[in-house]
């Protein structure tokens, strides 16, 4: 169904669909981090950690091997210095330790693995935990759960295939990143004010 807000795929305020659900994307992702933050605060953890304990714990029970951090890395979606440094922190909090594979001693080479004080954790914060992302969920039925879980890994599949952010050029034909660099925002050229 056609939202009546659109004239011509156009938002009545001049913005195109795409536009909109971006930026209502990028606000419920805020209010989510917003929400996670002192639910995890409570375990005195971030949000951030919690992925990498998480991941840790789905990785043991699936039979993997413990990951590498380059492992952890691309599941997490997180740059390599992030991962590295949420895992530092872990370490020094006694929940993870890091391995080495062989006598290389290269960080990025090490295996991550919980701690038994890592295991218990995880599974304090388990307990009640999909009661709380369904209370984060419940303003969307069922039916619109499955369908926003199908919409977002289509997206994910869509973003996944596309080339890599500097591919991209902005309206002053200059990568977007280039254009950030130089101290200008995005879609306006150099020869506009930025404001």
Request: hydrophobic share 35%; net charge neutral; charged share 25%.
């Amino acid at each position: 169904m056609i939202d009546p807000a659109f004239i011509n795929g156009t938002a009545t305020n001049g913005q195109t669909p795409a536009e909109v659900a971006f930026r209502g994307f990028w606000r419920a992702a805020g209010l989510l981090k917003r929400l996670m933050e002192p639910r995890f605060a409570r375990f005195g953890i971030s949000p951030a950690q919690w992925g990498v304990l998480r991941s840790l714990h789905r990785g043991e029970h699936s039979g993997n091997p413990p990951p590498r951090l380059t492992d952890l890395s691309a599941q997490l979606m997180l740059r390599p210095p992030s991962v590295s440094g949420v895992v530092d922190r872990l370490e020094r909090m006694k929940l993870v330790t890091k391995a080495p594979l062989s006598s290389d001693d290269d960080q990025r080479f090490r295996r991550v693995q919980l701690t038994h004080d890592g295991r218990r954790l995880v599974q304090r914060v388990l307990t009640g935990h999909g009661e709380w992302i369904g209370r984060l969920m419940a303003g969307l039925t069922h039916a619109e759960q499955v369908e926003f879980s199908d919409l977002l890994e289509k997206l994910t599949g869509h973003l996944e295939a596309l080339p890599e952010r500097s591919d991209w050029a902005g309206p002053s034909g200059e990568p977007l990143g280039a254009e950030i660099e130089n101290g200008l925002q995005p879609g306006v050229s150099a020869d506009e004010p930025a404001g």
